[in-house]
């Protein structure tokens, strides 16, 4: 991959026609009047591959969302991303930090795409998703001061790609999958499992919310009347897995409390308090 970077960067062509050659010869110019000398110069300006340092893996975000026990900021969530992720490789620098080349180019960026080629899985039913594609969003737009536009493209089959935004795969998984009466009734033959594939739908739809722009209040609204006003999946819940009932509760009240979920029953809230407070319920 940083073998076709550097072609495409060192192509004899106009640089309007070539917006990386744009970019990188703009980057040499900079980094020469720093006293960068010519070969480095090169080499940092081409760096377009970036990843956790040496040693380190992810993003960090599961553990700040899910285990520090306090609401989190985008822009603290943001932070994180950038730092765990500023680190590049590719032929001559590998593992090198290179924490404000990352920045400026995020701050360039307004499209954020995340093509996936399994539908085996989708990305309510994994953490990695929100932590990349979401964290990544999230850290364009706190650098440059815009959301980005978010495409998450299905690839699987490679004869027929469909592009669409991420807004719209939520939708589709949301009402697809996971409040799809089909799909629950067949996880709940799971029992604490699938109690626990329930909670980590609703997590991971949660997290996504807080990192980008993509998640609507009406996606809570239906995962809520789902899983928790519906009785039999309610009872099920409590009785084969009460501690993600309960933690599904929070994730759901959290998600009211911080304003991205504004429910249509007026006894939501109290009910989820209920949840929460009264593990008998």
Avoid: C
Wanted: hydrophobic letters at 35%.
């Amino acid at each position: 991959l940083q073998s076709a970077i550097n072609a495409v960067a060192d192509l004899d062509e106009n640089e309007n026609a070539n917006p990386l050659k744009a970019a990188v010869t703009k980057k040499i110019d900079e980094l020469a009047k720093n006293g960068i000398n010519e070969k480095e110069a090169h080499i940092q300006a081409k760096a377009r591959i970036f990843g956790s340092a040496s040693m380190q893996y992810g993003a960090g975000l599961k553990d700040m969302i899910h285990q520090t026990g306090e609401w989190l900021t985008r822009k603290q969530l943001a932070d994180q991303y950038i730092h765990s992720s500023s680190t590049t490789y590719g032929q001559d620098h590998d593992g090198k930090a290179a924490l404000d080349h990352f920045k400026a180019l995020l701050k360039a960026t307004n499209l954020v795409v995340h093509n996936q080629d399994s539908r085996e899985f989708d990305l309510l039913d994994s953490e990695d998703f929100y932590q990349f594609e979401g964290g990544l969003t999230a850290a364009v737009e706190e650098v440059s001061g815009k959301a980005p536009e978010v495409f998450h493209n299905d690839h699987s089959n490679p004869e027929n790609p469909k592009v669409q935004t991420l807004s719209e795969e939520i939708a589709k998984i949301v009402r697809g999958r996971a409040a799809n009466p089909k799909w629950i009734q067949s996880i709940m033959r799971h029992g604490n499992k699938g109690a626990s594939e329930m909670l980590a739908t609703v997590s991971n739809l949660s997290a996504f919310a807080r990192l980008t722009n993509s998640v609507e209040p009406h996606h809570f609204e239906a995962l809520f009347e789902a899983y928790l006003v519906n009785e039999q999946v309610h009872d099920f819940l409590k009785t084969n897995n009460q501690s993600a009932l309960e933690e599904m509760a929070k994730t759901f009240e959290a998600a009211i409390e911080n304003g991205l979920w504004q429910p249509k029953r007026n006894s939501t809230y109290n009910y989820l308090t209920s949840l929460t407070n009264n593990s008998s319920n």
